[in-house]
């Protein structure tokens, strides 16, 4: 019986599916914007009402609550984002599950991109291999769960 190799983590920069200077970009990118938002929601203390950090960096108050009597379908994700920065994991979780998913993924992709900068490792090889439409239709449905949920539990 044949043993299978499984693919490594990552892959030498030479070896990526794209030239070197395109792959640095890339994770150069993805590292700066993840820990620039980082910074931002480090800036600012998550909302206790569970909803409405977005006002500390200037935007409008979201007014879809006023219109329809309930959140709306993003309700609560920078609060979230906001508490999983600052450590409250639970807590972000259960502010906005979709939030504290995509701020946790953010986070990781920031952190990837940064190890294969330093290590000269590709990041678009992680990105090519990813089943892109699974994770799509995957958080497409955790966006609506998470809406159904905070319906349920909003107290506006």
């Excluded at 709306?72 to 906001?82: L, R, S, V």
Aim: with cysteine.
């Amino acid at each position: 019986m044949t043993e299978r190799k499984k693919a490594p983590w990552t892959i030498p920069l030479r070896d990526g599916p794209v030239s070197k200077n395109a792959d640095r970009v890339t994770a150069g990118i993805v590292a700066v914007t993840a820990f620039t938002l980082t910074g931002f929601l480090l800036s600012v203390q998550p909302d206790g009402r569970g909803h409405g950090t977005h006002e500390a960096f200037g935007m409008e108050r979201c007014g879809w609550p006023e219109v329809y009597g309930y959140p709306c379908p993003t309700c609560g994700c920078t609060t979230a984002a906001c508490q999983l920065v600052h450590g409250d994991v639970l807590g972000a979780f259960v502010t906005q599950p979709f939030g504290a998913m995509i701020a946790l993924l953010g986070l990781l992709a920031g952190v990837h991109a940064s190890l294969c900068l330093l290590r000269g490792r590709s990041f678009v090889d992680m990105l090519v291999r990813v089943p892109f439409w699974r994770i799509v239709v995957v958080m497409i449905l955790l966006l609506f769960a998470a809406w159904g949920y905070k319906a349920l539990v909003w107290q506006g």
